[in-house]
């Protein structure tokens, strides 16, 4: 799991598409008032029921959700899938590429059952379909969908009104106190692992103090089985494929075997400015913002 990235220190966290329900198709006045507060808003015929619609908007503004909340006086309209995106902004394409392996090195999704991570193209899905109820993606191929600039991109992907209830999300009006920061904060979760643990539990040695030549060893040659391949086709250590692997084992102990790593600040969309440190340098202990984005989104 060896990385030359630097770690990222703030994500954008933003709500990237949203779908609704609706009984009856809205008006003409609707998609007026709506699509300058969105990304794209679309709409078709659903097979819930005779007659109901869904429509789907894309990085929707409050303006948005509101107008969308106003027509549960005249309709019947409910949410029905939630996309929640954390990005973590970059500079130039190589670092996007670069931060999205050190992630996917790191990300660990729980709560996923039996599910385990598939690659589709250059997008990795945790899920056994790219349309799960309840599913995560992460590429960074793909500019912001917020500011146009380089990211690597996660995206939290729940569908079903069922799933999204269990969010606490019923109608559009439970969407003006939805926060994406601190439902990334929940999520976010960052592991890497302790070869030296590891192979200490494999050896039979769990709890001894004293490091041998050989934990260390026997934990790399652990991981050198569980590993992936990253962009350049190199060996990629994923905390959550060895936890996958080594769970069948009575030895394993993920507590001691996975140690956390500290994750960036996650920002709401909402904050007044969005920064990007400069990675941390032996002249330099608390570095000034390299730069500033505006909260602007990228043209459609």
Request: glycine letters at 6%.
């Amino acid at each position: 799991m060896h990385c030359t990235t630097p770690r990222p220190r703030t994500a954008v966290a933003y709500v990237d598409t949203v779908a609704f329900l609706m009984n009856q198709q809205p008006p003409n006045e609707f998609w007026q008032s709506i699509r300058p507060h969105c990304g794209s808003a679309t709409m078709r015929r659903s097979r819930v029921g005779h007659g109901t619609v869904r429509v789907l908007v894309n990085q929707p503004q409050p303006q948005a959700i509101k107008a969308v909340a106003d027509l549960e006086e005249k309709r019947y309209v409910t949410v029905q899938a939630l996309h929640v995106a954390l990005d973590f902004m970059a500079d130039t394409p190589e670092e996007a590429a670069n931060l999205t392996t050190w992630l996917r090195a790191r990300f660990v999704k729980r709560w996923r059952g039996k599910h385990r991570r598939r690659d589709f193209r250059r997008t990795a899905y945790w899920s056994a379909q790219r349309w799960g109820s309840n599913n995560l993606a992460m590429y960074g191929d793909r500019p912001s969908k917020l500011t146009g600039r380089p990211c690597a991109h996660l995206e939290w992907r729940v569908s079903g009104t069922s799933q999204v209830k269990a969010l606490g999300i019923r109608y559009p009006r439970h969407l003006g106190t939805f926060d994406p920061a601190e439902f990334w904060q929940k999520r976010l979760v960052l592991r890497e692992v302790d070869m030296i643990a590891l192979g200490k539990q494999a050896r039979g040695r769990g709890r001894a103090k004293d490091v041998e030549p050989l934990d260390r060893r026997c934990g790399h040659l652990i991981c050198r089985a569980c590993a992936g391949v990253d962009k350049d086709g190199g060996l990629l250590f994923e905390a959550q494929r060895v936890a996958d692997v080594c769970q069948a084992f009575d030895w394993f102990d993920k507590r001691t075997a996975l140690r956390s790593v500290p994750g960036p600040m996650v920002m709401s969309e909402d904050a007044q400015f969005l920064t990007t440190p400069p990675p941390s340098t032996p002249t330099s202990t608390s570095p000034a913002p390299e730069s500033v984005i505006p909260r602007a989104r990228a043209p459609t």
